[in-house]
C-alpha cells in the first residue's frame, strides 16, 4: 500500500527531491564563492603589499638619486665659485695699467720721455 501510495504522490516526491537537490546546490554555491570572495581579498592584498615594496624601493632609489644630484650641485656650485672668484680677479688685474717689466716712477716717466725726444730731434 505504501508503493501505491509513493507512486500516487510521485509528482509531490519529485518535486521534493528536486527542492532538496535545489537548497543543496544554492549551499554549495554559497560555499564556493565565500571561498572565491576569501582568495580574491588573499590576492588583493598580496597586490597591495607588493605596490606598497615597489613603492617603497622607488623612494629608496629616488632619495639616492636625489643625493647624489644635491652632490652634483654643490660640487658645480663650488666650481661656478671658483671660477668667477679667478674671472674677478682677472679683471681687476686688466684694468689696472701695471708695467712688469718696467719700474718707473713719475719722474722717471718723465725723464725717460725728455730723453726720448733730444734723441729723436
Known amino acids: 500500500m505504501t508503493i501505491k501510495l509513493i ?35 588573499q590576492c588583493t592584498a598580496k597586490i597591495q603589499k607588493l605596490k606598497d615594496d615597489q613603492q617603497q624601493a622607488l623612494i629608496k632609489k629616488q632619495n639616492e638619486v636625489n643625493k647624489v644630484s644635491a652632490d652634483y650641485e654643490q660640487l658645480k656650485s663650488e666650481q ?5 672668484t679667478v674671472t ?8 689696472k695699467p701695471i708695467y712688469s717689466n718696467v719700474c718707473f716712477d713719475d719722474d722717471g716717466v718723465q ?11
Not at 674677478?88 to 684694468?95: A, F, L, P
Not at 725723464?111 to 730731434?121: A, H, K, V
Open 7 to 41: 507512486w500516487k504522490f510521485k509528482t509531490w516526491v519529485a518535486i521534493a527531491i528536486l527542492f532538496v537537490l535545489w537548497l543543496g546546490q544554492i549551499a554549495y554555491t554559497n560555499h564556493l564563492a565565500g571561498k572565491l570572495k576569501q582568495a580574491e581579498s
Open 80 to 84: 661656478r665659485v671658483k671660477v668667477e
Open 88 to 95: 674677478r680677479e682677472v679683471q681687476k688685474i686688466v684694468t
Open 111 to 121: 725723464q725717460l720721455n725728455s730723453l726720448i725726444t733730444d734723441n729723436s730731434s
